[in-house]
């Protein structure tokens, strides 16, 4: 079992990642004055996709 495979199966890890996600998504946005917000949200759910943080977002497929 790898290390992701086990990142994947910690839910409290899972949900500490989420917030971390979350916080850098929202100063990256502060720092840009929102300019690119539509590309920092694409990057953070395909990263969140890549570590299997499948999260429901309002409004997205």
């Known amino acids: 079992m790898g290390i992701l495979d086990k990142f994947k199966?910690?839910?409290?890890?899972?949900?500490?990642?989420?917030?971390?996600?979350?916080?850098a998504e929202r100063k990256m946005n502060e720092r840009t004055g929102g300019k690119h917000r539509r590309q920092s949200d694409t990057g953070q759910q395909h990263g969140e996709h890549r570590f299997g943080m499948h999260r429901g977002r309002p409004g997205r497929p």
Request: proline content about 0%; glycine content about 6%.
């Open 9 to 23: 199966s910690n839910r409290s890890a899972r949900d500490k990642a989420g917030k971390a996600s979350d916080a």
